[in-house]
């Protein structure tokens, strides 16, 4: 076994490829699993530009439990991130088998295989698990803290929810589970070479990479989704992270799994809000272009404030986000600037 060895599930997309970076920062190895749905592979050769290293890949997709016991008990990694799945709201919503079969259907086949090989001599299983704030449903006040109420408004958050209930279930059923639970709130920015970042396909369902594309002529303008919101501009406010935060922030989750080994349950977020207006201002000074919006209906399922208490995760972790909104647009910019079409560019 190789004491420093980390499975990323999913590890080729816009978390996992940062949390990557990340880790051979912290002297781990990581190993890529990913059936690149939602990913390109040029991904691993700009991680080997960044990181000097060359990851090593394996291709296939986790609902296929007896290939991922395979992969564990060739690589034998003392701890596994799951990020694999999908995670678009809107589309959860027009199909939400998907959402149930892979989500669902993803999670339980790599905790069956990471029982299995545990049981077959491994290491005791060491879990990280990518969930979301939105699993605080439309939170009664802001900041949140991890024990506000829980809810769901779309099929995506419900597969968050649910997998968050599996993991309980699991950790009370064999107590030699490590499990870090991480509740990501509104990752944003790229890594500052400016050869990973997000990319999403089609139109972006999300403002930071929607704003970059309208900043650098792709589109022609923002679409404000509400101006009439209980907030200072009347705009959304969110919790907006850097990316690389986050991706130290899942180090700092496997470094505390791996030496005192209690489990956990984090907020992964700044603990301030910015509204969407604010957001559009940094996004003009990071790019010195302007970004034209207009305002319009809100968007269902949105709410109005969601900001992260994040004092828990300083507490157990030791972890706090660092970036500001400027730094998190100027990496942003970097990224979209220097790939207008993505990694198919
Ligand atoms: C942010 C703000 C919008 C686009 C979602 C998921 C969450 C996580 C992050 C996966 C809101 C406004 C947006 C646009 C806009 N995803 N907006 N025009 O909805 O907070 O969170 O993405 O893990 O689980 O729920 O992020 O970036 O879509 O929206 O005005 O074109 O920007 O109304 O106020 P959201 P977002």
Request: aromatic share 8%; hydrophobic share 40%; charged share 20%.
């Amino acid at each position: 076994m190789n004491h420093k060895t980390i499975l990323l599930t999913g590890g080729a997309g816009y978390i996992g490829s940062h949390t990557a970076v990340a880790l051979i920062e912290a002297g781990f190895e990581p190993v890529i699993l990913d059936n690149f749905a939602n990913s390109h592979p040029v991904v691993l050769e700009r991680l080997k530009q960044i990181t000097g290293r060359t990851m090593a890949l394996e291709r296939g997709d986790v609902l296929d439990q007896a290939w991922v016991l395979e992969v564990l008990q060739r690589h034998r990694p003392v701890g596994v991130v799951h990020f694999a799945g999908d995670k678009a709201v809107g589309e959860s919503v027009a199909d939400p088998l998907k959402y149930y079969r892979n989500n669902l259907g993803g999670a339980t086949s790599l905790l069956q295989a990471m029982g299995d090989a545990a049981q077959a001599g491994g290491p005791a299983p060491t879990l990280v698990f990518s969930s979301s704030a939105t699993v605080y449903g439309d939170p009664a006040r802001v900041p949140i803290t991890e024990d506000f109420p829980r809810s769901h408004t779309n099929p995506y958050g419900h597969t968050k929810l649910v997998i968050e209930d599996m993991l309980t279930a699991l950790r009370h059923a064999q107590p030699q589970w490590r499990i870090g639970t991480l509740r990501y709130f509104n990752p944003v920015g790229a890594h500052p070479s400016g050869l990973i970042g997000e990319d999403p396909a089609g139109i972006p369902n999300n403002l930071m990479p929607y704003v970059a594309q309208v900043a650098v002529g792709v589109r022609e303008q923002l679409g404000v989704f509400g101006g009439d919101y209980p907030t200072p501009d009347g705009t959304g406010v969110r919790d907006f992270i850097h990316v690389m935060d986050l991706a130290r922030g899942h180090v700092a989750a496997l470094q505390a799994l791996l030496g005192q080994g209690e489990s956990f349950t984090v907020n992964l977020g700044t603990g301030r809000g910015h509204s969407v207006l604010e957001v559009v201002a940094a996004f003009e000074r990071a790019s010195g272009r302007p970004v034209p919006y207009r305002i319009g209906p809100r968007r269902a399922g949105d709410v109005a404030q969601c900001w992260a208490d994040a004092s828990l995760a300083q507490r157990l972790l030791g972890w706090q986000a660092r970036h500001t909104l400027d730094e998190m647009c100027a990496d942003a910019w970097r990224w979209q600037h220097q790939n207008p079409r993505g990694y198919r560019s």
